[in-house]
Antibody
Framework: EVQLVESGGGLAQPGGSLRLSCAAS????????MYWVRQTPGKGLVWVSC????????RYADSVRGRFTISRDNAKNTLSLQMDSLRADDTAVYYC????????????WGQGTMVTVSS | DIQMTQSPSSVSASVGDRVTVTCRAS??????LAWYQQKPGKAPKLLIC???ILQSGVPSRFSGSGSGTDFTLTITSLQPEDFATYYC?????????FGPGTKVDIK
């Protein structure tokens, strides 16, 4: 079965760090563009970071640039998001998402992992 | 980045109603548009890609149309399981961006 499973969310203090992981099964993660998308409770979907299949193309939303780092471990078939210098407005559900082979939509979503930044 | 807008932000409808959601891109995106349905506590589900291609398993009461900057999602004969929030998303350029969502709730 093709699926994505996130882990690593939880409670962090302002200024702290968390590392999210996304384990892929049923497909080779390195062959696809991948995104992290977040959703603040009761609000819409916002892209956070993305990585192309060649690993050279990465982008970050303005709100996280310089604080978050996306990466892939091809041997483990996992995607990661290192989140440093966390702020209260980073509080959200974070989804790991796969882009279709045709690069026209997000076809596979993880279940989401909640990140809460609070003192 | 391409900005996406949706209207209305919410709509109240009854079972059996026809519902139309509009999405607009800040620049032309040809037909590189997808629609998603999200229910509370769940991840979004892909309904339509390339503006009008229905995904496998999605009921035929859902349809999409449009190209360029203006797009429409139509639900004919709304069913109880269709009450949800709907998002459009452009796939014309990297990074992909979403509209703010349209909540369809029960009248």
């Amino acid at each position: 079965e093709v699926q994505l499973v996130e882990s690593g969310g939880g409670l962090a203090q302002p200024g702290g760090s968390l590392r999210l992981s996304c384990a892929a099964s049923g497909f080779t993660l390195s062959s696809y563009w991948m995104y992290w998308v977040r959703q603040t409770p009761g609000k819409g979907l916002v892209w956070v970071s993305c990585i192309k299949n060649d690993d050279r193309g990465t982008r970050y939303a303005d709100s996280v640039r310089g604080r978050f780092t996306i990466s892939r471990d091809n041997a483990k078939n996992t995607l990661s998001l290192q989140m440093d210098s966390l702020r209260a407005d980073d509080t959200a559900v974070y989804y790991c998402v796969r882009v279709t082979a045709g690069r026209d939509a997000f076809d596979i979503w993880g279940q989401g992992t909640m990140v809460t930044v609070s003192s | 980045d391409i900005q996406m807008t949706q209207s209305p932000s919410s709509v109240s409808a009854s079972v059996g109603d026809r519902v139309t959601v509009t999405c607009r891109a800040s620049q032309g995106i040809s037909n590189w548009l997808a629609w998603y349905q999200q229910k509370p506590g769940k991840a979004p589900k892909l309904l339509i890609c390339r503006a009008s291609i229905l995904q496998s398993g999605v009921p035929s009461r859902f349809s999409g149309s449009g190209s360029g900057t203006d797009f429409t999602l139509t639900i004919t004969s709304l069913q109880p399981e269709d009450f949800a929030t709907y998002y459009c998303q452009q796939a014309n350029s990297f990074p992909f961006t979403f509209g703010p969502g349209t909540k369809v709730d029960i009248k």
